[in-house]
């Protein structure tokens, strides 16, 4: 759930130094989930605003490595830890860490759960059933996958770096991770009962990785974009009106098929390169009416202040939710649901701007400091005084 700087290139639907069509990816998913916890999960996908989110960051986390490694050279694991560290922490020990301990006061809590929570590794917790953490905070499950993915493609990224073609490197690394799995999943639901295989696979960093791969798989195609190794139809086949329409039809095709099967395996697979193929449409700016309407839409403003808020919104809403719980007992469902997923959104956009915006200032300023420290100074000229 990074920003995306934008490229001194002609590609990219951007503002403001912003991917607008990401931050709108970001406020889609995000409102899905929301909307989907609010009461109509048996309606709304809410999942799938999860699988979306994870090929936003494998696209952003790369396409950021890939930038940085081509204006300077260089990686600095450091600075790529310090960079998730201010995102993340700020907001998780706001919405979630502190009023765990104040929770605790009055309700027992599993510490041990709740350290899995603080050390991204909750998915492989929950995956056996409910916690005893903060009643709503163990939607982190998902941040969890992330985060193991960060560690693992820090490293990944450090081998990449002494190779020469790095970008076919990781077009097999991401590859292989598609497949392998998707083959996974279907190893799962072939040999476990349909309840289990639905808990392993749903919040299994192996089972859900995939997700993140297509992601990767988006910013490689980007960065062959930027360097002109891409011919001209393909490139036109990117930006065409059709990339949109069969993403589309993936997605839906990913809600509309029922079978249990399909739902546990190639689901997943549908909505992440749905997801990856806007991404790329999105970066790949073309004329005509219907490329006009997508930018007016993605660029609206409250579709992007949902987009930049997505992190803190995916943190409150349902902790929020919980706590609204008691007061909203008895109500009508239109009045609870509108009540629970507005103050979810609102809390959310109030924490990114009061908190991760100035937050986000001060990592732009330490992150120039840093490099600014690691650029050698010219050798000083001597001067003579007549």
């Not at 192996?206 to 190794?229: E, M, P």
Request: with cysteine; charged share 15%; net charge positive.
């Amino acid at each position: 759930m990074t920003s995306a700087p934008s490229t001194a290139s002609s590609l990219g639907v951007s503002r403001h130094g912003r991917y607008e069509h990401i931050d709108a990816l970001r406020a889609v998913a995000v409102m899905l989930v929301v909307v989907a916890h609010a009461g109509l999960g048996g309606v709304v996908p809410g999942g799938s605003g999860v699988t979306i989110f994870f090929a936003i960051s494998g696209f952003i986390i790369t396409h950021i490595l890939l930038v940085e490694r081509e204006r300077t050279g260089r990686f600095s694991l450091t600075d790529f830890y310090l960079r998730r560290l201010l995102k993340l922490a700020p907001p998780f020990l706001l919405i979630i860490a502190i009023p765990t301990v104040v929770y605790a006061v009055w309700r027992p809590i599993d510490w041990g759960a709740f350290g899995a929570q603080v050390f991204f590794a909750f998915n492989w917790v929950y995956m056996q059933g409910p916690a005893l953490v903060l009643p709503g905070s163990a939607v982190v499950w998902s941040l969890a996958i992330e985060e193991q993915f960060y560690i693992a493609f820090a490293l990944i990224w450090l081998c990449a770096g002494l190779l020469r073609r790095r970008l076919v490197f990781l077009t097999a690394v991401a590859l292989t991770t598609v497949v392998g799995a998707l083959v996974l999943r279907l190893v799962i639901v072939a040999g476990s009962t349909p309840e289990l295989a639905h808990r392993r696979i749903y919040y299994g960093t192996d089972t859900r990785v995939d997700g993140i791969a297509c992601g990767i798989l988006a910013a490689v195609v980007f960065a062959l974009l930027r360097q002109q190794q891409v011919g001209p139809r393909l490139r036109a086949a990117i930006g065409s009106t059709w990339v949109p329409v069969v993403a589309a039809v993936l997605y839906l095709a990913s809600l509309t098929i029922r079978d249990p099967w399909f739902r546990e395996t190639f689901r997943y697979t549908f909505q992440a390169v749905a997801t990856a193929a806007v991404i790329l449409y999105g970066l790949e700016r073309q004329d005509g009416r219907f490329r006009q309407a997508f930018g007016a839409i993605v660029g609206a403003r409250p579709v992007q202040i949902i987009g930049l808020a997505s992190y803190s919104i995916y943190l409150v809403h349902l902790v929020a939710g919980h706590a609204l719980r008691p007061l909203t007992q008895g109500w009508p469902f239109p009045a609870r649901f509108l009540l629970t997923a507005t103050v979810g959104v609102a809390l959310g956009i109030a924490v990114w701007h009061f908190l991760e915006r100035p937050v986000e200032a001060y990592k732009a300023a330490l992150m120039a400091r840093r490099r600014a420290a690691r650029t050698p100074e010219p050798a000083a000229e001597s001067v003579h005084v007549a």
